[in-house]
């Protein structure tokens, strides 16, 4: 017997050429959005903060990332990392690795 439920990979596919970052709902319901992001030396503009209305849970699975808050502490991300940013807390992405594709779990809620 066939299941009926789709098996997917955060692994797969990845673009060759990464012009924009990329957002991706993987889930969502309940409030709750569950999103891959892909960043292959991307960073936020220079101007500007991420000022969300709901919790970020935030791992990166693959490649590596500075996280900056408005406060000036930066935070390193490594594969395994994850960090869970409150709402309307300022931050931005300072810089992500250019020569491999930086790969994030982030959960909303």
């Given at each position: 017997?066939?299941?009926s439920?789709?098996?997917?990979?955060?692994?797969?596919?990845?673009?060759?050429?990464?012009?924009?970052?990329?957002?991706?709902?993987?889930?969502?319901?309940?409030?709750?959005?569950?999103?891959?992001?892909?960043?292959?030396g991307?960073?936020?503009?220079?101007?500007?903060w991420?000022?969300?209305?709901?919790?970020?849970?935030?791992?990166?699975?693959?490649?590596?990332?500075?996280?900056?808050?408005?406060?000036?502490?930066?935070?390193?991300?490594?594969?395994?990392?994850?960090?869970?940013?409150?709402?309307?807390?300022?931050?931005?992405?300072?810089?992500?690795?250019?020569?491999?594709?930086?790969?994030?779990?982030?959960?909303?809620?």
């Open positions: 017997m066939k299941s439920v789709d098996v997917h990979n955060i692994f797969a596919n990845i673009p060759a050429m990464l012009d924009t970052e990329i957002f991706e709902d993987l889930a969502k319901g309940g409030g709750v959005t569950i999103e891959r992001i892909i960043s292959k991307h960073r936020s503009p220079e101007t500007g991420y000022d969300q209305e709901k919790n970020e849970w935030v791992m990166v699975l693959k490649g590596e990332a500075i996280l900056l808050y408005e406060d000036g502490e930066s935070i390193n991300l490594n594969p395994g990392d994850y960090i869970n940013i409150p709402a309307h807390t300022k931050h931005r992405v300072q810089w992500t690795a250019p020569g491999v594709e930086t790969i994030w779990l982030a959960v909303h809620y």
